[in-house]
């Protein structure tokens, strides 16, 4: 048990004053507003901010930062650079990157982070000794660091997706690949979970997984979290409409895979229809896509998705979707870690700024409430291409 006495802090009521924190096992177990200091607190001063979760990272794509804004809205060309990063990726870069990216999420307020796991193996997809040398490195910078990890381990079996099927894994794809369902869960059931690390999974995407091993993987993951790309772009959405005649979120739903515990990443492109099964399901959902270095890429942000997020899954959003691309755009910026409130409002005026709908611009400032989620009334107008 440890205890605090913050001068101030922020609590969901507003700004208070002299207000004590105890902690048990990792959790809030009292939080006192005009509450006196006692002998054992350890005095906080200035405003103390609850913790902010980031849930979505790669941070192998740090060395991207400054390296791909100048391919505009060209989703091709920034995908090459970031498979050319992840081409070079040696064990001990992988280690320097992420001490480095979880270290500025932790200067920054971020106290949790899901990263999104898939560069598993070695140059050609060959297997170091440790199968898990890769993710292990994560679990050690943020240990090292002390932010807690979700880890996100996620599964990755083809090159993609055309109206033909999909297409064999190509080049520094290989890395991500364990090759079957069955073995992606075992590898990933090596991965010991502590205080720090949670085991969570992802499958990557329509275009990476086919979709009867992504039944199986939705089988074996169970109860644990699931993160998964869905309608990232609107490529991914014809080929999909194409090859299975659904749109992804519909993919998703015919296995099974939608509900609380599930996460849609970007949901960029959703129809009416995939953004009431989002709904109904209570799934999570990380919305936008600012990955490092990628502020100016409209294929892949371009849309309407945290306009047209649904109403059940607003709170959650509001969590995920902000921290998410705060950190990124933050980085994308070239800004100091500490600007990542500023970035959250940038974010928030982005997603204001794409909708018709008469809200308030001081909700946009107002990160942290719900109020930005508030559902529009005309339909969300889309971005010009
Ligand atoms: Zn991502």
Redesign the pocket.
Known sequence: MSSFWAEHAWLPSGLARSVRLVVDDGRFVAVEPRAARQPNDVKLRGVVFPGLANA?S?VYQRALRGRTQSVGDNGIAWRVRMYDVADRMTPELYLALARATFAEMALAGFTVVGE?HYLHHGPGGKPYADRNLMGGILAQAAAEVGIRLTLLDTLYLSGGLTSEGHLPLAGVQQRFSDGSVEAWAARAAGIEQTDLLRRGAAIHSVRSVPKEDAAYAVQLVGDRPLHV?VSEQTAENLACQMYYGLTPTEWLADIDALGPELTA??ATHLTERDISLLADTECQVVVG?V?LGSCSMRGYRSGSAPTSTPSSTRSSNCVSWKCTNVWTAASAAGSPPGSSFGAVRCMAIRVWAGTTAARSPQGCSRTSSPSIWSRPGPPAARRPK
Do not use: P, R
Request: net charge neutral.
């Open positions: 979505h790669h999104y790309y990443v970007h896509h990955l």
